[in-house]
């Protein structure tokens, strides 16, 4: 299926996509850092195709 696009974010550290979204009506006044639960990154997590997540982590293992 292709036309629908979705994008994740994703750790720049370990390519986890794990990462908790921000929903709730307090973070909107105060946003709260996002933490990768996999190796405690936190900062910005840049948010790619979801369709382009192996070729993210392919590149992160060079
Ligand atoms: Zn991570």
Known sequence: MKGKKQFIKICPKCG???????????????PVP???????????FPEIDISEVEEFRRDLKR
């Open 34 to 44: 996002e933490k990768c639960r996999k190796c405690s990154y936190t900062g910005l």
């Open 16 to 30: 986890n996509i794990d990462i908790p979204v921000k929903t709730g009506f307090i973070e909107m006044l105060a």
